[in-house]
């Protein structure tokens, strides 16, 4: 397992989507529309998120030695990614207001108003199931597409095995995910949806 990518994969993005805005959106829709839907919508958008990932590291790691460089663009790629994440991370914490507001808090309240509106587009139609699946699944791949998980699942797709890498990212997505939706519910319970 520590060879095929599946524990990197998998601690990367446990670690790395706890508190993300993906998780705080299915939380929310999970007070709103009910865990399943929620879990299954999130959980297939960041499974073809994954794979998309994983595929795109793959093709990259695949590149005939005719094609390469003397020059390691990869290795400078990877620096200069490595570097604008550093930087733009410190930024945003320093950015913070002093109030004692988190990283956390800005996911939560950016998350807020992606599912307000999309409660803001659909009042008053009842929608099939079928419908809110694929308007939850799109909402969580627009909202990861890009994302710090995404480009961490590139690097290694391209570095280890594709599968374990998909399969141990795809298992930390459904973890958080299920972490998520299950406070979401539970919260529902004790808070009204009106307050949500």
Same mark, same amino acid.
């Given at each position: 397992l520590?060879?095929? !990518?599946?524990? /990197?994969?998998?601690s990367l993005i446990f670690l790395s989507e706890i508190g993300d805005k993906t998780f705080f959106i299915a939380a929310l829709l999970a007070m709103k529309i009910g865990k399943w839907m929620s879990f299954f919508g999130s959980l297939s958008a960041l499974s073809i998120m994954t794979v998309i990932s994983v595929s795109i590291g793959a093709i990259f790691s695949r590149v005939p030695d005719a094609l390469k460089s003397s020059i390691p663009v990869g290795e400078l790629a990877g620096i200069a990614l490595l570097v604008f994440f550093g930087v733009k991370t410190l930024r945003d914490g320093l950015k913070q207001p002093e109030a004692g507001a988190s990283s956390s808090d800005e996911e939560l309240s950016e998350a807020e108003t992606v599912v307000q509106s999309v409660d803001a587009g659909g009042k008053g139609?009842?929608? =099939? %199931?079928?419908?809110? +699946?694929?308007?939850?699944?799109?909402? *969580? +791949?627009?909202?990861?597409? #890009?994302?710090?998980?995404?480009?961490?699942? *590139? /690097?290694? !797709?391209?570095?280890?095995? %594709?599968?374990?890498?998909?399969?141990?990212?795809?298992? #930390?997505?459904?973890?958080?995910?299920? *972490?998520?939706?299950? #406070?979401? /519910? *539970? /919260? =529902?319970?004790?808070? =009204?949806?009106?307050?949500?």
């Open positions: 520590g060879k095929s !990518g599946f524990l /990197a994969a998998f139609k009842k929608d =099939s %199931p079928l419908a809110v +699946f694929f308007e939850v699944a799109t909402l *969580i +791949f627009l909202a990861e597409w #890009g994302d710090r998980s995404m480009l961490a699942t *590139i /690097a290694l !797709g391209a570095a280890q095995n %594709p599968v374990g890498v998909a399969v141990g990212a795809i298992a #930390g997505h459904a973890i958080a995910t299920g *972490i998520a939706v299950l #406070g979401g /519910a *539970i /919260a =529902s319970k004790y808070v =009204s949806e009106r307050t949500v």
